[in-house]
Every structure is written in C-alpha cells, then in structure tokens.
C-alpha cells in the first residue's frame, strides 16, 4: 500500500525521473494546459501544436525520412482544416475522461489500467464500434503493471538494432519463431535466418531506437534496474475496434499488426520477459468524417509516432471507409447516456468560459489602457465569445441525438412487446387448440 501511494503522488506531480524518465517538452505542455485549465483549453493547445507542426514539415532538416516529413505534414493539415471548420476535434476530446488523458499524455496508462480498479470505469468497452484505440504493454509478475527498467530497455534497443542488421542469427531466429507461434521446427527458421530472410522488416526502427535512449538515463538511474511506470503506445483506429484489437494480440496474431509493435514483443518475449497487453478503446465516433480525426487526436495525445517515442511509423488519418450507421448510434448511447464524464466535460468548459468572459469584460471596463491593449482584449473576448457558442452546440448536439436515440430505442422495446405479447397470445391459443384436440381424441376413443 505505501508503494501505491507513493506512485499515486508521483503521478499527481509528474516531473522527469528514474521511474518516468520519457517526458518530453510536448508531453509537459499538453499536461499544463490540462491541469491548469480545462479539457476545451487543450483543444486549442493541439490546434496550436498543429500549426507548429505543419510550419515544422517545411524544413526536410527537421525530420530523419521524407515519410516522416510528408505524414506530419499531413496529420497537422487536417487538423488545422478541422480548427477551421467543423471543429470535431473538440467534441471528441470532451468524451475522454480527464484520468484517462493523463495517463495517456504521460504513457502510463498500462500502469493505471492494470493497478487501478476503478480505472477501467473510466473507459468505453470494447465492442465493434467504430473510434479509435491504444494498445501498449506491462509487465508481468512482482512489478506487475510497470514497464521495464533501463538495463531491460537497453537490452530491448540492442536486441532490435541487431535483428535489423542482420547479426546475430541465432537470436534473429529465436525472434522469429517467436513471431509466428507456429509448429515450425527451430532448425528450420534458423536456416532462413541464416540465408538472409526475417519475418518482420519493420521500418522505422533505428528512429524507435534513438528515441529510445530517453528511457536509458544513467543521470537519473546509475545502476539502471529501477523498474520504469511509462511504455511506448501504438495507436490505430477502426470501423470494427473489437476485432481490430485481436490483431494486436500477445504473439498470437501479430502478423496483422503494427511491424514495430511486433518485433517489440517478439524480443521481450526472448529476452524471456513475461508481459501483458493492454489495449483498450479510447474514442468512438458518431459522425461520418470523425474517424480520422480520432485517429491523430490520439496519435498527438500519446506520442505514438516512432518519431516522438511511440510506436506507429505511418501518419494516421488515412481510414476514412464507410461506417455502418447502427454503430454511431451505439456509441453516442455509451459516450452521452452511459457514461457521466462527457457532460462534466462540456459542463466545466462552459462555466470556465463564462467566468473568463465576465472577467475580461470587468477588465476593459476598469482599464482605459492604449489602443494595442484594446485590439488584445477585442481579440481574447473574440476566442471566449467563439468558445462560449461552440460548447453549447456541441452539448445540444449530442443531447439531441442521445434523445432521438432514446425514442428510437423506445419505439423498438413498444413493438418488441407487443410481438411478444402477440407471440404470448398466439402459444395459448395453440395450446388451448392442442387441449382441445386431445380432449376429442379421449371423447372419441370412450
């Protein structure tokens, strides 16, 4: 128990550690913005970030690949589209709980997810609904729950550099029959190896290994064995999240999944580390066009590019299919009439807004100031005031459609009763029919 609290007050306050030793500069930003202000204040940090980022992909210096270059310059593009129009981004970020988006801005949500009961109340289940999801990895055992330590991470980066390279073909070979989980005699995979083959060519990896180094700190853990709470996210998304999520399962059906994502447990797994995975949903969608959106919300919410640490080497927002309608209704039930964050969400950027309005107003009325002071102000009563209009519709938007849902469903239970009473009706009528039957037989053969 003293262990517990002193983790629940390390992540109360998180600052670069031996335990959390992967805090970016991005990853501070976005916690600040949270935990000063509102969920709505975060939005407009990620709006922000995603100008920064498309001014970034100007410079082909910036980047280690042309890939990484074109796909920030496409996720940020639209983004900054969305900031202009639509603004979805906005109403899916109010229907994540607050928990849940520290946890996944500071990559420890395997942790909380494993640790924390009362967690898991806090996320949508997994169905086939259609949104967006994590998947990241703890580790079994004593430190159940944790990722691993420096040495480990250490190991894991030489492991991964050496697959790619081609050395070492006896550990290449005990990867790989790792991977395919198969009946493959070990021989016989070690002969492939040898020959040159590998099952997985997972581009993007000595970029994963770089970045790697921030978990193998030797300023803020000598020894390197202080096991660590933050592991690497993989985000994707889906039309159909639950059977999405089976592809990313521990060494049972990887050859479906992330190329990175794989190898990573492949090694863990040789190195003879017992893991669980956690995947869980974290956005579902209501809307044709969410999808990706949801997709690079997460993407910037946890890191999870190769390039920032994570574990996804393609930009995201390229799923943009055709979504069975049954589906959004499903979801906007879960996220508006099942779940109380949401509301609470939308409820506190609103009051929040109201209170900076009325605190702007009181200031330009007690300050004369210059005429560049009076542009500043017009300009930050021009953000509450769009703000101010914007939660509103969003929260009229899902309670109108949670409501029109709620009819529907009313409508459906109405005519399922009455199919069943008439199904009720129509078995005593038989049943009084075979009485009467049996009746006359007994009559007749008197």
Known sequence: MEETNRIKDLLQDPKRCAELPAITPRQSRMLEVLRKGTINDLAEVLYTMATEDQEKSKNPGSFSSQEQRVGVSSMSRIIIEDAKESREMVSLLHTIHRSVLESIILNTIGYQYTTDPGFKKLLLPTDNCAGAYITTFVVAGEDHGKSLSGNQWGRLRDMMNDYISGVDHMEAAKIDHAFRRSNEVFDDVLREVMGGQRAMKPAGVKDFSEIMKNRICRSLDEEGDIVQLQAPIYVGCSQTIAKRLECHESLTNLSNSSSCWALLLSCLHTMGVSFEVVKTPIIKIWKPG?????????????????????????????????????????????????????????????????????????????????????????????????????????????????????????????????????????????????????????????
């Open 290 to 446: 969410q999808l990706s959106i949801a997709e690079i919300l997460l993407t910037m919410l946890a890191g999870s590019l190769i390039m920032d640490g994570g574990l996804n080497r393609i930009q995201p927002g390229a799923n943009k299919g055709d979504i069975n309608p049954v589906r959004f209704q499903t979801a906007l039930m879960q996220i508006y009439c099942y779940t109380h964050w949401t509301k609470a969400n939308l409820t506190e950027s609103m009051k929040v807004i109201e209170r900076r309005r009325e605190a702007l107003k009181t200031f330009v009325s007690v300050k004369s100031g210059t005429s560049e002071l009076h542009k500043t102000m017009e300009k930050a009563r021009e953000i509450i005031d769009h703000s101010k209009a914007e939660i509103p519709k969003i929260m009229e938007d899902l309670e109108a459609k949670a409501k029109e849902q709620k009819a529907r469903l009313s409508e459906i239970q109405n005519m399922t009763e009455k199919v069943v009473a008439s199904n009720q009706e129509q078995q005593r009528f038989l049943d009084l029919h075979a009485r009467i039957q049996d009746w006359q037989k007994s009559v007749g053969g008197s």
